[in-house]
């Protein structure tokens, strides 16, 4: 099912199954997607890497994430474009700065509590029966179920991850997140970052320490090194033009980057997916 708004506006609500899954491949620009599995045992392979998922996991994807499915069972699949919700009124939690899509770097998965189960299965059911509705209010509802839907994600997210307490923090955290998505093809240094958010490095360390998973140097660094690593798997792009596109000056400075996070050259992680993409021959 799928809404369709007078301003590009655009919302899908579907239940997929392996014969059904063509959508994750499709790309929406500037779409936002949240998968829910109802059944257990799910692969994916999301950029290249392969990942799984059981019952009541959900993921949160944005537009740049590059989705095959191996082996999946029953997904409830949702999918917006930010004309449909993330507006500027939406600058929240919820919204696209939000802490379930503020940044591609980052693939958030949450597992639903047994206690939760009963909210998301009504809201789902609501969701699907106001898609059938055709009134002047319709866009309004559907926008309600949604936030609902982001809101409950939120508040499990939070819960299950070491997220900062205070509010100023985790506000930091998320636009900080969300400025690393806009700029990170021309801007490599925390100092930079700092800058744009009136703090000092010292304080963005300090507070994603609290986190106690990566430092800003280290989002920043991991959101530059997902674009190369896509460009070189999904474009025919020359290596050289790969580094220019994403900020680096030369060539040689993109391979020490490159092979210092990934461990080989980038030319070697070309050949790589070449191997991995040759058919097998059965004896």
Request: aromatic share 12%; glycine share 4%.
């Amino acid at each position: 099912m799928k809404f369709l708004g007078s301003i590009k506006e655009y919302l899908q609500l579907e239940v997929i199954d392996h014969t059904r899954c063509s959508v994750l491949k499709e790309s929406i620009e500037s779409s936002l997607t949240v998968l829910w599995f109802t059944e257990d045992t799910n692969e994916l392979i999301i950029d290249g890497k392969q990942c799984f998922f059981k019952r009541d996991n959900i993921v949160f994807l944005t537009e740049f994430h590059r989705v095959v499915a191996k082996n999946i069972g029953q997904i409830r699949f949702l999918r917006f474009n930010r004309p449909f919700y993330c507006i500027l009124d939406h600058d929240t939690e919820v919204g696209c700065k939000g802490i379930l899509f503020f940044g591609a770097s980052q693939l958030p998965i949450i597992k639903i509590p047994k206690e939760e189960i009963d909210k998301f299965e009504t809201l789902w059911k609501m969701f699907s029966i106001e898609m059938e509705s055709d009134d002047s209010l319709q866009i309004e509802m559907l926008q309600m179920m949604l936030k609902r839907y982001l809101i409950l994600c939120a508040r499990v997210y939070k819960s299950q991850e070491n997220y900062p307490d205070k509010k100023a923090d985790s506000d930091i955290v998320r636009e900080f997140n969300f400025l690393v998505e806009q700029h990170f093809k021309q801007k490599h240094t925390v100092t930079q970052y700092a800058e744009l958010l009136y703090k000092s490095p010292k304080t963005l360390s300090n507070i994603f320490s609290k986190i106690g998973f990566k430092t800003p140097l280290q989002y920043i660094q991991d959101r530059v090194m997902l674009e190369a690593k896509r460009l070189l798997r999904y474009t025919t792009l020359h290596i050289k033009e790969i580094a220019f596109e994403i900020g680096f000056d030369d060539i040689q400075t993109f391979s020490r980057f490159f092979k210092k996070h990934e461990g080989v050259s980038p030319s070697e992680f070309k050949q790589n997916i070449a191997k991995e993409e040759l058919p097998t021959l059965k004896e």
